[in-house]
């Protein structure tokens, strides 16, 4: 799925396009799962399937202080154990649990609107 909004003038990371097993960021191409803000990018994200992601792997994504964090879980939608969820919301952090490819959309989105967000990203 190729996307065609411009990246944004901020010069924040913008996900270009994705498909099953990669993601093009400002015309990088990734094949690993990664945590991704307008600012930062962190390449081969420990989890590389759903199953494996722990609150530990999160933190990595958490330590960037969101005010959204938005999963990315794979080709199909899971959600993380609820201890996990109830933990990011305690946090005060708004939480989107979706799909790859509907999560770099909204993480799209949300940096269009000058979000505070993080995408973790599974590339499976």
Known sequence: MKFTQDKPASGANYIRAYAPGRINVNDRLLNASLVLSPATLMENWPPQRFEDITLQ????????????????????????EARIMAEIQQRGIGLEVLDTAAACRTYNVLVSENRNVVAALLMI
């Open 57 to 80: 792997h999160l933190e990595t994504a958490l330590a960037l202080e969101p005010e959204i964090l938005v999963i990315g879980t794979g080709r199909t939608l899971q959600f993380p």
